[in-house]
C-alpha cells in the first residue's frame, strides 16, 4: 500500500510538472515586440525598417514621386493606365476612398511609427554619438515624412487663411504606438503650421548630429547634408527664400557632390556622386516590377513597364532640340503600348532611385539668390548654365525667374516635385487654381472611420 | 497540488483492495450461429479488470466474488451483462446488434457504453465501409453520421476535404474538427503551399481503422476543451486479436469515370452561335472570322476542326488496393501487424495518388496488472496533383477552348499552342507537380491497474510528417517559359502528445456508480519548411533547381505552438437509470495571449433511461426509452500560432535587411467560445428492432475572430480580436431498423440532420467575397449567404439581360447598372442545405449481401462563377455550355438567354443568373457480395471468403446544371462556399474485389 502511494505520488508529480513553461513559445520569423528593440544593433535594424517602408511604392518608391507629378499633369503628362486611383488623380475627381491616397497616408505614419520606437528606445545605446546619430535619423525620417504629408493631405503654405479648416495640416505623432491602447489613439489634426514647426524642428536636430558620410551599402541613408538638402526644400515651400538659399548653399559648398558628366548617369548607376538622398533597390528587393514601381508605370521597353504615363507635346516642345535632357532622357516607347513619349530617368527595376540631386541645389540657389537679389555661391546666370552646359545645350545670357523655373522643369521632371513648385510659386494646373481643393488629396476614409476625431478636407 | 494528492489518498483509502473470497470463472463466448467469437471483450462489471476471449472464443478472468456480474462486449454486437450466480463455468451467446444501443463508444479518454452516454455521439464502425474503394477516410462518414456535414470539394485525389459538425462555428478561425487517431490529436489541415489545400488524412489507409467516433456536443467534446469546438474526431486503429494467427487478405480493382460531363457546342454551333454575336455586338456588325482572327493570330475559324476539349480534361480512373493483416498472440501478447497498397489514377488527366502504408499494433500483459503497447504506422504516399481550380493549366479549364482549333498543330504535329486560351494538355507533356509525403503516426503506451478500481495510464505519440512538393514547367509550358522553372518545397511537421490519466470505476451500493477520469495532457507541434524556385534550365530533361541558373526564390521558415492541459471528468449512474456527467478541462496553450493563457471548459449533462422504470420495464413495445441533456463549453484554438503577439519582422532594403513592426497585437486575445445546448431521445421498440435518437442543439459561439480597424496615424491599420458572434442551431433524426431477421436479413438505417446557421455580431462590418463571387457575412445573416444583383431573364421585346431591384421592379441592364449600390444588390441564395442526411439498406441471404448506401443533401444553393465564361451567350469566344443556343433571336421570344452580342457584355455582370438549386440524391456505396460457404472454404484451410463487386456515385440525382453538385471551390476565399469554377466533378467508382482469412 505504502509503495503504491509513493508511486502515485511520483506519478502525480510528473503529471503537474510544468508544461505550463513550455507555453511560452517565440515565433521564429518574427520578434515580439517585447523584446525587438533591446541593442544598439536592435536599433539599427529598425532605422533600417524604416527606410524599407519610405523605399516602398506607396511612398519615394512611387508614390512621393507619381502623385505629384499626376496632380500637376495639365500640359505636361498624362495617365493613361487602368489603375482607376492613379486616373482619378490625374483627373482630380479623387474619391475618399482612392487607394493612393490611402495606402501612402498608412505606409508615412507605419514609418513614422518606427522612427518613434527607435527615439523612444535609443536610451539603450550606450555610446553617446552612436546614440545622437541614430536620433538625429529617426527625426530626419519623421521630418521629412510630416513634411510629405501636409503637402499632399493639407492645403498649400501659401494659400489663404479662409477659416481654421482651410489650415488643417496632418496629426503630428511624436510617441510610438507599442500597445493594443496606443495603437488605438484617435488624434486631431494640427495645423498646417504647427506640421511645418515640427518638421523643421525634427530636420534642425538631425542635422545637428547625422554624420557627414555614409559608406558602402549605407549611403541610402541620410547624412548631414541630406537632411539640409530637405530644410532647402522645406523652407522653399515656405517661400523663406534666405533660409532655402542657405541651405542649398552649404550643401553645395561641402564639396561632397558634384553634377555627373551626363544628364542620364543618376539614372542608369547607383550612388553616383549626385544625389544626395537616393532609394537603394536590387533585384529583389524593389518598389515594384508588376503593379508598382517607378519603372512599371513610366517605361515602355521591351518586357519593362506599361507607359501608364506618358509626356506630353507642350512640354516636350520646352526643350531646346539639342538638350540632351529631350534627346537622352525622353524616348518614343517600343514596349507595351508604343509610340508614345516617356520619361528616360526610370527604365530600370532594380537601379536606385534619386529623390534629390545636386542640380536640385543649384536650381533653389539660383532661384533665391534671384529673388533676394543676391549672388550667394554663384550668379543666379552662372548656376543655371551650369546645368545646360551638362545638357549640351546654349547656355542663357540672362535669366529671369521664369527661366529659372522653367529650367527648374526641365531638369526636374518626373522626379516627384512638379505639383509642389506649382503651389508654392502660386500657378495652377489646367484649370485647377494652386490651392485648389482638388489639388489635395482626401483624408482616407477608412482613416475617418477609425477615427472619429478626424476633419476631412474640404470639397470630399 | 497538496489537496489533489490527499484527495487520491483518500479514494484509495475507501477502496481499499477487498481481494477475498475472489475467483477464476472461464467459460465461452459464441455468436448465434454457434461459432466461437475470438476478440470479445470480458469486463467485470464495475472494475476495470477485464480480458478477452481467445481464438476458441475461451476467456477466464478473476472475479471478486460469486455475485460480481461479467459484461461482454464486441464490435457490432449487442453487449450483455451476465450475473456469475457463485458458477465456475460461464457459457454465452452474443446478438449481432442491429441497435447500437448495446455498443462501446469510445469517448475522449475513454470508453462507454451507448446506452449510458448522455452526450450526442456518432459512431461508424468499419465494417459499415469496409468494402467500399472511398479516396479517403473521411468520404466513408459521408451521409452516415447525423450532424455530419462533408463536401468533397472537387474529384481531384489527395484535396481537402470540408467536414463540419454541426454547422459553421468561425469566421475567420478553422472551421474542420479536431482529428485525434489513438489518442494523439493528428494534422489534419493543408501543409503544403499549393493553392489547392492538400490533405494529410488522406495518408491514412482505411483498412486500418477500427471504428471511427464523432464528438458533437459539449457533454461528449468538452473533455477537448479549447479545441472541440467543430467536433471532435476519434479514430481507433484496429488492435491485435489472441488465439491463432490469422490472416486477412483484401484486393480489390476497378474503374473510375466522372459522375457527368456537361455538353458543350461543337464546332457548327460555336459557329452559328457566334456568327450572331459578332453581327449584333454593341460595337457594330463584326464580322466573326475576323475577330475570331484578331483574338487568336489563326485562322481556324475557317477550319474544319471540331474537337471536344471538355473531354481532354478526363482521363479513365483506376483504383488498385491490396492488404493484408495478420493478428494474433496468446493470453499476454497480441498483435497485428498490417500493409496496405493503394494506387488510385484520377479522372483528371494527371491526377493519381498512390499510398503505401504499414502498421504493428502490439501490446503486452507484463502481469495483471501492467499492459505496455505501441501503435506504429508508416506512411509514404506520392499525390500527383493538379492545380488550382482559377490556374489557366487546370485541365477542366480546356472546356473553355474552341471546338473549331485543333489540339494537335497540324504545321508542327505537336500540341497546339496557339489557342484561344492556354492549352494546358502541354503542362502534362513538360511537367509535373509531385507531392511526396512520409508520415508515421505512432504511440507507445503503458496501462497500470493500481487496484481494481484505479487504473493510471499513460500514452505518448506522435505525428510526424514529411511532405516534398517537387514541380517542375517545361519551356513550353505557360508558367515555366520560356527557359523552364523548378520549385521544392519541403514541409516537416512534428506534433508530440503526451496523455497521462487515472481512471477509477466504483459502485457505491447498490443505486451509485461512478466512474471517473482525471489526467493531463500536453501537446507540442513544430513546422519547419524550407523552399526553392530556380528558372534557367538547359532544357526540359533537367527538373532539378541544381540545373538552374538562376535562383529567383528561396525560404525556409519555422513555427510552433504547445498545449498543456488538465481535464477531469465523472459519470454517475444512479438507480441504473438516472445519469449524471460532468466533466471539465483546463486549457493553456502558446496560442492564447499572455493575459487569457488558460481557459476552462465544462459540461454537464442529465440522462433519464425511463425504460429501466417499473411502468415501463416489461412494456412489450418499448423496449429501450431515454432522455438527455447536455450544455456545456467549447472552444476554437485554430487561431495562429501567434496572433496575440505584437512582431517585428524582416524589411529590405537593397542589399540591406532591417525590421518593421509587423502586427499588433492583442494581449487578451484567445480562443473562440461555444457554448452548446444539446437535449436528446433515444428509443428503442420490439426489442430494439426499431431505434431511433433524435436530437436538439443550439450552439452560440462568441468572441470570434475579427479585424477591429485602428487609426493608421498610429502605425497599425487593424487590430485581431474576439468579437464576433453567431450561431447554430438544428435537429438530427437517426432510426435504425431490423426489417427482417432470420435467414434472410434486413436492415434499415436512416438519418437526417439539418442546422442553421446565423452571423450574429460582426461588430457592424461585412467581409465580402470579391468582385466575381457572391459569398458574404454580415449580422443577421447565414455565413457565406448570396448577395448580389438578381437575374430576371430576357427582356422579350429587345433580348436585353434584365435584372431585379431591391424594389422588385424589372430594368434592363444598362438601366439596372445605372442604379446605386444599395438597389443593386440584394439576398440571392443560400448555400446552406435545409437538411441533409442518408438512408442505409442492408440485405443478406445465404452468403449473399447487399448494402445500398443513398446520400442527400437539399436545399442548398451553388453558384458557378464559370457561368461568366461559358455560359454568357457568347460574349467572348470561350466555348459556351449547349443550353446558350437557346438564346433570344426575335422580339417576343421568351427565353432565359439574352440575345449574343459580341464582347458587350448582355448579361454578363455578376449575378444570381448562374445560381442553381444544389439539392441532390446520390448513390454513394453500392456493396454486393458473396461469402463462401463455409464447407468449400475449410476445404482450402480457408477461414472466409468474401467476393463483391461495389461502387461508388453510381448514380446522382441533381437539377444543377454545372459538372456535379458536391462542389467547392477553393482558391477563393474562405466567405465563397457552394461556387463552383471549373471545379472537376466527383468520380463514379467501380471496383471487384475479394477478401480471404485464414
Known sequence: MKK?????????????????????????????????????????????????????????????????????????????????????????????????????????????????????????????????????????????????????????????????????GVPIMLTPATNEATASIKVRRNTIEEVYAQVIKDLRDAEAALPEAREGNNRFR?????????????????????????????????????????????????????????????????????????????????????????????????YQPDDERLTELIYIGTGRRPGSRQTGKWTQFEQNIPVIRLAEMYLTRAECNFRLGSNVGNTPADDINLLRRRARTTSLTTVTLDDILKERSLELCFEGLRIHDLKRTGRSTGTFAFDSPKLVLPIPEREIRANSELEQNEGY | MKQLLTLLCLLLG????????????????????????????????????????????????????????????????????????AQRELDVVLAESGSALGEVVVVGFGTAYRQDLTGSIAKLNAREFEFQPVQTFENAIQGRAAGVFINSGSGKLGQGLNIRVRGISSVSASNQPLFVIDGIPVISEPVGSATEPDNPLATIAPEDIESIEILKDAAAAAIYGARASNGVVLVTTKSGRAGRTKVSFGVYGGWSSPTRKREWLNAAEYRELFTYAAQNSDFGELDAAEEFASETGTDDWNSNYDTDWASEAFQPGSVR?????????????????????????????????????????????????????????????????????????????????????????????KLNQNTLYYNNLIDLENGFNNATTYRSISNVYGQWDITDRLSFRSEYGIDWLNLQEEQFRGRQTLDGAPTGQGYSNQVNVLNQNVNNFFQYVQKFGKNFDLNATLGMQYQSGNTRST??????????????????????????????????????????????????GLSGRLDGSSRFGKNNRFGFFPAGSLGYILSNESFLRDNKIVSFLKVRGSYGRTGNAEIGNFAWRSLWGASFVGDLAGIVPTRIGDENLTWETTDQL????????????????????????????????????????????????????????????????????????????????KVTNMNGSTIDGGSRQLGRV??????????????????????????????????????????????????????????????????????????????????????????????????????????????????????????????????????????????????????????LPRSLTSRARMENLFLYVSAQNL????????????????????????????????????????????
Open chain 1, 222 to 318: 541620410a547624412t548631414k547634408y541630406t537632411a539640409k538638402a530637405f530644410l532647402s526644400r522645406v523652407y522653399l515651400q515656405q517661400q523663406n527664400y534666405a533660409q532655402a538659399l542657405q541651405k542649398a548653399q552649404e550643401v553645395i559648398e561641402s564639396g561632397k557632390y558634384r553634377l555627373n558628366a551626363s544628364v542620364t548617369s543618376a539614372f542608369r548607376n547607383k550612388f553616383t556622386s549626385e544625389t544626395i538622398f537616393e532609394l537603394y533597390m536590387n533585384e529583389q528587393n524593389n518598389a515594384g516590377t508588376a503593379n508598382d514601381g517607378l519603372t512599371t508605370f513610366y517605361a515602355s521597353l521591351p518586357g519593362i513597364g506599361r507607359s501608364d504615363v506618358r509626356i506630353l507635346a507642350p512640354f516636350v516642345n520646352l
Open chain 2, 14 to 85: 475507501t477502496t481499499s483492495l477487498l481481494m477475498a473470497q475472489s475467483y477464476t470463472v472461464s467459460g465461452q463466448v459464441k455468436d448465434e450461429a454457434g461459432d466461437p467469437l475470438p476478440g470479445v471483450t470480458v469486463v467485470v462489471k464495475n472494475t476495470i479488470r477485464g480480458t478477452t476471449t481467445g481464438n476458441d472464443g475461451r476467456f477466464s478472468i478473476q472475479v471478486p466474488g460469486p455475485d460480481a456480474v461479467l459484461v461482454f462486449s464486441y464490435t457490432g454486437y449487442t453487449q450483455q451483462e451476465v450475473p456469475v450466480n
Open chain 2, 531 to 580: 523552399s526553392s524556385t530556380g528558372e534557367g534550365l538547359p532544357n526540359d530533361r533537367f527538373t532539378k533547381i541544381a540545373s538552374a541558373a538562376k535562383i529567383v526564390q528561396a525560404s525556409s521558415n519555422e513555427s510552433a505552438y504547445a498545449f498543456t492541459s488538465y481535464f477531469a471528468r465523472a459519470n454517475v449512474k444512479l438507480f441504473d437509470r438516472i445519469l449524471v
Open chain 2, 678 to 757: 444539446n437535449v436528446g431521445l433515444d428509443f428503442g421498440l420490439f426489442n430494439d428492432r426499431i431505434s431511433a435518437s433524435v436530437d436538439y442543439f443550439d450552439k452560440r459561439t462568441k468572441g470570434l475572430l475579427l479585424n477591429l480597424p485602428l487609426p493608421a496615424s498610429n502605425g497599425f491599420t487593424t487590430i485581431t480580436k474576439n468579437i464576433g458572434d453567431m450561431t447554430n442551431t438544428g435537429f438530427e433524426f437517426i432510426l435504425t431498423t431490423q426489417n427482417l431477421v432470420g435467414k434472410f436479413r434486413w436492415s434499415t438505417s436512416f438519418n437526417l440532420s439539418t442546422y442553421r446557421n
Open chain 1, 4 to 168: 503504491i502511494l509513493i508511486l502515485i505520488s511520483a506519478i502525480t508529480a510528473l503529471f503537474f510538472a510544468g508544461c505550463i513553461k513550455e507555453l511560452d513559445i517565440q515565433p521564429l520569423d518574427a520578434i515580439d515586440a517585447s523584446i525587438a528593440l533591446e541593442t544598439a544593433e536592435d536599433l539599427e535594424s529598425a532605422i533600417v525598417g524604416a527606410y524599407s517602408i519610405m523605399h516602398s511604392g506607396a511612398l519615394y518608391g512611387t508614390n512621393l514621386n507619381l502623385v505629384p507629378e499626376l496632380l500637376g499633369s495639365a500640359d505636361y503628362c498624362q495617365w493613361r493606365g487602368t489603375f482607376q486611383s492613379y486616373r482619378q488623380i490625374m483627373n482630380k475627381n479623387m474619391t475618399i476612398d482612392n487607394a493612393e491616397a490611402t495606402r501612402t497616408w498608412i505606409a508615412a505614419y507605419r514609418a513614422i511609427n518606427v522612427a518613434n520606437n527607435v527615439l523612444a528606445n535609443s536610451g539603450k545605446i550606450q555610446d553617446a554619438a552612436a546614440r545622437a546619430a541614430l536620433e538625429a535619423e529617426a527625426k530626419f525620417i519623421r521630418g521629412i515624412l510630416h513634411f510629405e504629408l501636409v503637402r499632399l493631405y493639407a492645403k498649400p503654405w501659401n494659400a489663404p487663411n479662409t477659416g481654421p479648416k482651410s489650415r488643417l
Open chain 2, 778 to 931: 454580415s449580422e443577421g445573416q447565414p455565413f457565406g449567404y448570396f448577395w448580389g444583383p438578381k437575374y430576371a431573364g430576357v427582356n422579350p421585346d429587345n433580348g436585353n439581360a434584365q435584372y431585379f431591384d431591391t424594389d422588385g421592379n424589372i430594368l434592363d441592364q444598362d438601366d439596372f447598372l445605372a442604379l446605386p449600390d444599395e438597389k443593386r444588390n440584394q439576398i440571392v441564395g443560400n448555400p446552406h442545405p435545409d437538411f441533409f442526411g442518408g438512408l442505409n439498406n442492408r440485405f443478406s441471404f445465404m452468403g449473399f449481401s447487399l448494402d445500398v448506401q443513398l446520400q442527400f443533401v437539399y436545399g442548398n444553393d451553388l453558384y458557378n462563377i464559370a457561368g461568366f465564361f461559358q455560359s454568357v451567350n457568347g460574349d467572348y469566344f470561350d466555348n459556351q455550355s449547349k443550353d446558350q443556343l437557346d438564346y433570344w433571336r426575335q422580339p417576343g421570344q421568351i427565353t432565359k438567354i439574352p440575345e449574343p452580342r459580341l464582347y458587350s457584355g448582355n448579361g454578363a455582370i455578376k449575378s444570381s443568373r448562374w445560381v442553381q438549386d444544389g439539392s441532390y440524391l446520390r448513390v454513394r456505396a453500392l456493396t454486393f457480395g458473396y461469402t
Open chain 2, 321 to 413: 488496393n491490396a492488404s493484408l493483416s495478420i493478428t494474433g498472440g496468446d493470453a499476454r501478447t497480441t498483435f497485428l501487424v498490417s500493409g496496405t497498397w493503394n494506387d488510385q489514377v484520377g479522372i483528371l488527366r494527371g491526377n493519381a495518388l498512390d499510398r503505401l502504408t504499414g502498421r504493428i499494433n502490439l501490446e503486452h500483459k507484463a502481469s495483471n496488472r501492467l499492459r505496455f503497447g505501441t501503435n506504429l504506422s508508416l506512411i509514404k504516399s506520392l499525390n500527383q496533383r493538379v492545380p488550382s481550380d482559377n490556374a489557366f493549366s487546370n485541365p477542366l479549364q480546356l472546356n473553355a477552348l474552341p471546338p473549331i482549333q485543333p489540339k494537335i498543330d497540324p504545321a508542327t504535329g
Open chain 2, 955 to 998: 448514380f446522382t440525382f441533381t437539377k444543377y446544371e454545372g459538372y456535379d453538385p458536391e462542389v467547392n471551390a477553393t482558391y477563393i476565399s474562405a466567405v465563397n462556399i457552394g461556387h463552383d469554377f471549373y471545379t472537376p466533378p466527383q468520380a463514379r467508382i467501380i471496383t471487384l474485389g475479394l477478401n480471404a482469412s485464414f
